[in-house]
T-cell receptor
């Protein structure tokens, strides 16, 4: 079966701009979680969506937002980009029962 | 959510068995223990999950003592390609809010 697809793979943005990242989960998976990974902070949980509802949220500012569509595809948006937002953004899909999560390859965002 | 503590790094040689222990003293009754593997610039990959005693699959074993305050991931006969970061996670069986710790960086030498 097809894996988790994240687009785009690479992105360069300027400070102050906004960005939207996309994640297509594995067919049948209703949960999509987003993570930010940086060398200094490791993997940090952003939020989780399950059946179009945000079910869990990490400790990130309101500039980070997301949504999930009826087909389970999810997007995350970062507004007013800062240099510190440069990171690998990963999404993971699962059935939403705490079992195995499947991660995408990530989107590497560089803010200049 | 239970906090986890793992060694920051470990070295091993090809063909050896590697055991990585994770401490999770405040694990809750309905928490599961899950391990992931991550290679550079890739997303983490599920290795194994367990609740108690021992779980084994084709790539690893997971040992969980009766008090469940720690767990040990066992990788039999590691190869160079097992060089990666290994994360121990503890969380609810339902409701997915997975918190990754710093992980253990395993370096396998020839």
């Amino acid at each position: 079966k097809a894996g988790v697809t994240q687009t785009p793979r690479y992105l360069i943005k300027t400070r102050g701009q906004q960005v939207t990242l996309s994640c297509s989960p594995i067919s049948g998976h209703r949960s999509v979680s987003w993570y930010q990974q940086t060398p200094g902070q490791g993997l940090q949980f952003l939020f989780e969506y399950f059946s179009e509802t945000q079910r869990n949220k990490g400790n990130f500012p309101g500039r980070f937002s997301g949504r999930q569509f009826s087909n389970s595809r999810s997007e995350m948006n970062v507004s007013t980009l800062e240099l510190g937002d440069s990171a690998l953004y990963l999404c993971a899909s699962s059935l939403g029962d705490g079992g195995e999560a499947f991660f995408g390859q990530g989107t590497r965002l560089t803010v200049v | 959510l239970a906090k986890t503590t793992q060694p920051i790094s470990m070295d091993s040689y090809e063909g050896q068995e590697v055991n990585i222990t994770c401490s999770h003293n405040n694990i809750a009754t309905n928490d599961y223990i899950t391990w992931y593997q991550q290679f550079p610039s890739q997303g983490p990959r599920f290795i194994i999950q367990g609740y108690k005693t021992k779980v084994t699959n084709e790539v690893a074993s997971l040992f969980i003592p009766a008090d469940r305050k720690s767990s040990t991931l066992s990788l039999p006969r590691v190869s160079l390609s097992d060089t990666a970061v290994y994360y121990c996670l503890v969380g609810l069986g339902e409701g997915f809010k997975t918190i990754f710790g710093a992980g253990t960086r395993l370096f396998v030498k020839a």
